[in-house]
């Protein structure tokens, strides 16, 4: 069974647009990064309430709180830093959801000990308010490589993972090599890259395997965050500085991300799978699974 989600600040700034693109392209999740330029860190307790009661009105649900929570250097981070773990806990609740998207740290590589130390505290901190924290892979923090997501696993039972194929490509890694990961994943944000250029491109169109992703493992219960990062959208300028490379042109943001939802739909029936009530994917017992091509 497969539930699509987004990061809906990828269609627009505003959360009318955004639940109208998620509606549009039936998608009932989202992964809450920014509303109306801004970083869900920055919310209110009370702006967070309004949020989730404005998404359920409209029949969408938060399924995790896409945070930039652990993306700076490890030197900034000091034991002040837990409060503002905590905060974001507080707004996960708020939204409705006990998962929080985080990161491993800038600048950690030679600091590995205190690293974890640091890990170990915020997953207390958001234990205490029910939240789970959700590293995921991302260029230049500490778990940007397999071989250092592998460790963070061993190390950090207290937290969950994401599996992002495209970040792993982006620091020099095949996708035969990080996909074992997958299978000890809570959930997989679905971003694809050329690897040789470096181009974003929809799902099934890079290297990451996506299709393979799929097939081996999604099939059993998990959640596909639709990540895809094909234009420059005002979330990502906010907290990444890095160049963003893409294949193709789009005339607006939601035509990307439209772009985005069409290219996992169409990867999921290439691989059998087919839509079921409530916005959910499972796969057919007698489907035919063809090859990789543009889908892999």
Request: aromatic share 8%.
């Amino acid at each position: 069974m497969i539930r699509l989600c987004a990061f809906s600040d990828e269609a627009a700034d505003d959360l009318k647009e955004q639940a109208d693109a998620l509606i549009r392209h039936d998608v009932s999740l989202t992964e809450l990064r920014s509303v109306n330029k801004k970083n869900v860190r920055d919310l209110t307790v009370r702006e967070a309430k309004e949020i989730a009661a404005y998404l359920s009105g409209r029949g969408i649900a938060v399924w995790a709180v896409g945070s930039p929570l652990g993306k700076i250097p490890l030197a900034a981070a000091d034991r002040a830093y837990l409060d503002v773990v905590s905060h974001v806990c507080e707004l996960a609740r708020a939204l409705g959801t006990d998962k929080v998207r985080a990161f491993s740290f800038y600048d950690a590589y030679a600091e590995r000990g205190r690293m974890l130390e640091l890990c170990h505290a915020m997953a207390e901190r958001a234990a205490q308010w029910g939240v789970t924290l959700c590293h995921e892979n991302e260029k230049a923090i500490f778990g940007d490589t397999a071989k250092r997501v592998a460790e963070l696993m061993d190390e950090l039972t207290e937290w969950k993972f994401v599996y992002d194929p495209a970040n792993f490509l982006q620091v020099g890694e095949r996708a035969e090599d990080t996909l074992p990961l997958a299978a000890r994943c809570l959930y997989f944000h679905i971003k694809d890259v050329i690897a040789q250029s470096g181009e974003l491109v929809p799902a099934g169109w890079g290297d990451g395997q996506i299709g393979r992703l799929v097939a081996e493992y999604a099939a059993g219960d998990k959640t596909l965050t639709i990540e895809p990062h094909l234009t420059v959208f005002s979330g990502y300028a906010a907290i990444d500085g890095s160049e963003m490379k893409h294949k193709f042109t789009f005339a607006s943001r939601e035509e990307a991300f439209g772009a985005a939802v069409t290219a996992l739909k169409e990867l999921l029936a290439h691989q059998g799978f087919r839509r079921r009530a409530g916005g959910v994917y499972e796969r057919q017992a007698s489907s035919d699974v063809k090859g990789a091509g543009r889908h892999g």
